[in-house]
Nanobody
């Protein structure tokens, strides 16, 4: 199983980036996907989640209204559209996958709930 995160880069505050997470080696449509991020000297934190079908999404409060998660199961890819970026959004962003949950109301926000991880993509925000 491989998760390949890409799309990071240097952007000015207020700008936008779109991250991609391309999966291989798994039945992508059977997996819930999340994005986490880790800033220097901080722990990894939950950013956003999307269920296997795309019908359920969730966001951490700091990114609500600015970030949008989506998926294309035909392309085995999840996207994170990041708008109005702030200095505090700078981090390494990781995508992670877990087998879908039977509980249609549950959102997995903990790292230890995920089985597979991508290598991370760096997002740098300048003032």
């Amino acid at each position: 199983v491989q998760l390949q995160a890409s799309g990071g880069g240097l952007v000015q505050a207020g700008g936008s980036l779109r991250l991609s997470c391309a999966a291989s080696g798994l039945t992508f449509s059977s997996y819930d996907i999340a994005w986490f991020r880790q800033a220097p000297e901080k722990g990894r934190e939950f950013v956003s989640y999307i269920s296997w079908s795309g019908s359920r999404t969730a966001y951490d409060d700091p990114v609500k209204g600015r970030f949008t998660i989506s998926r294309d199961n035909a392309k085995d890819t999840v996207y994170l559209e990041m708008n109005r970026l702030k200095l505090e959004d700078a981090a390494v962003y990781y995508c992670a996958a877990k087998v879908y949950s039977y509980n249609t109301l549950y959102v997995a926000r903990r790292e230890d709930e995920y089985d597979y991880w991508g290598q991370g993509t760096q997002v740098t925000v300048s003032s």
